[in-house]
């Protein structure tokens, strides 16, 4: 990875430059184009005019989005919204002052007037300007990319394959109990992040490749029995944003360094196949998701891994959708997952705003096929003692606060052990998920016997 791409653009020296380059945008667009007071009347007009009509702009693509063709299956955050209107404001400002420049371009008896490329080339970075600002605020609101080379996608670009070394092989002793392990010698300072393809042998569903976290005990000889952790990224989304937005190396280092270099091994699983994909990680007309989750991918653990086989020792994590997908695992298969941790959950997996189509899409409108499967539902109509869930959403999040309370406490009614935490400052962003991890792992600590 190469210098820039280790450059910060959610804090610091770029986003200052940001704002500068916005604000500057901004006061040239608004700026008239004289100064007598019908020219000052104008700029004034077209200034309210290019707000007004970028924020109706804005509502109506957003409903367009959500309501007609179901890109997101919830409303987008005020702030995004917000966010978004000064980049279409600007946008309809410059155009407007490249037209009435080209409209009363120099003649030969005017030439004090403006020349036209040169106005709208500044025009045209003005805009610029203030569209990079925007786009790195509505970054920053979601705490996805850090840095240029998580915007890029080069951090994560140069991450090496699973090497044979690091997998269960034929014949080697088997992985000791971690109540009795002890290290033979010292252990690496850090774990380790690989990637991995794992086949839908049972499925046939075709994801992306997995990344997968191997702590520090890992690497000692023999091998612990360490607990799994399977997560879930948001979506739209890939796996990869559990170490950009996740922050999962450092932040299970950081739990390892804690525990002797202990720490559940970590497999960041694809559940959609495709960024925009949106499988309900059911097994629905659109893929065999939950066959693939539930039967494949725990198969592949197991035969790849030197990990814990006991289901008590098997949590499954998610952001946003992934947190959704996490919670259905540990309702719809508790004998494999028997704990989770839900950042920002959706009360029920969603394709979209309304309910009526998420249905029709995934089960033919057949609503009772869907609706035995929601975790809501599930928990309802058994029981659920021993298990647990750690719940996380972010302050400024009201519609997921307000589910997380329906959850936990359905939960909580269902016999599982519940925690739940609002994250002070923060909205529907992977923050929740980068700060609630932490917390999470000790959460779940007991259970694994880790820190005994």
């Given at each position: 990875m190469g210098f820039a791409d280790g450059i910060r653009i959610d804090d610091g020296p770029v986003l200052w430059a940001a704002c500068a380059a916005g604000i500057l945008g901004a006061l040239y667009l608004l700026r008239p184009l004289g100064w007598n007071r019908a020219q000052l009347l104008r700029a004034a007009a077209a200034a309210l005019a290019a707000v007004v009509l970028g924020g109706a702009?804005?509502?109506?693509?957003?409903?367009?989005?959500?309501?007609?063709v179901s890109v997101f299956p919830d409303v987008l955050p005020p702030e995004v919204l917000a966010w978004s209107v000064p980049a279409v404001a600007a946008l309809l400002l410059a155009l407007y002052r490249s037209w009435t420049v080209w409209r009363t371009r120099p003649r030969p008896a005017r030439p004090w007037r403006v020349r036209p490329w040169p106005a709208t080339a500044a025009a045209a970075a003005a805009f610029a300007g203030v569209l990079v600002l925007s786009a790195l605020q509505i970054n920053a609101y979601f705490g996805l990319n850090r840095t240029v080379g998580d915007l890029t996608g080069a951090s994560v670009a140069g991450i090496p394959g699973l090497e044979n070394a690091q997998k269960r092989q034929p014949g080697e002793p088997q992985p000791v109990d971690l109540s009795r392990w002890t290290p033979?010698?010292?252990?690496?300072?850090?774990?380790?992040?690989?990637?991995?393809?794992?086949?839908?042998?049972v499925s046939g569903f075709r994801s992306r490749d997995a990344y997968v976290y191997l702590p520090p005990a890992y690497r000692a000889s023999p091998r612990p029995a360490l607990p799994v952790l399977v997560l879930f990224s948001g979506q739209p989304g890939r796996p990869a944003d559990w170490l950009a937005g996740g922050a999962l190396r450092s932040r299970m280092d950081r739990f390892a360094a804690a525990h002797g270099g202990v720490a559940p091994v970590v497999v960041v699983v694809d559940p959609n196949g495709t960024p925009a994909g949106n499988t309900l990680c059911m097994d629905t007309r659109i893929a065999r998701a939950d066959t693939f989750l539930a039967r494949d991918v725990p198969a592949w653990i197991r035969a790849t891994l030197d990990v814990d086989p006991d289901p008590r020792k098997w949590a499954a994590g998610g952001f946003s959708f992934g947190a959704t997908c996490a919670v259905q695992m540990v309702t719809r298969h508790p004998d494999i997952f028997s704990a989770a941790l839900a950042f920002s959950s959706e009360q029920e997996p969603a394709i979209?705003?309304?309910?009526?189509?998420?249905?029709?899409?995934?089960?033919?409108?057949?609503a009772a096929a869907f609706e035995r499967q929601t975790p809501l539902r599930l928990m309802q109509e058994r029981r659920f003692d021993g298990n647990a869930i750690y719940f996380a959403a972010g302050e400024r999040d009201p519609q997921f606060t307000k589910y997380m309370g329906v959850l936990s406490g359905t939960a909580r009614s269902a016999g599982f052990a519940v925690k739940e935490e609002v994250m002070p400052g923060v909205g529907h962003s992977w923050l929740v998920a980068a700060r609630g991890l932490s917390a999470g792992l000790d959460f779940l600590a007991p259970r694994w016997e880790i820190g005994k």
């Open positions: 702009l804005i509502l109506g693509i957003h409903w367009f989005l959500v309501y007609a033979s010698g010292a252990l690496p300072a850090t774990g380790l992040i690989r990637t991995a393809t794992i086949p839908g042998t979209a705003k309304e309910r009526r189509k998420t249905i029709e899409a995934a089960f033919g409108a057949d």
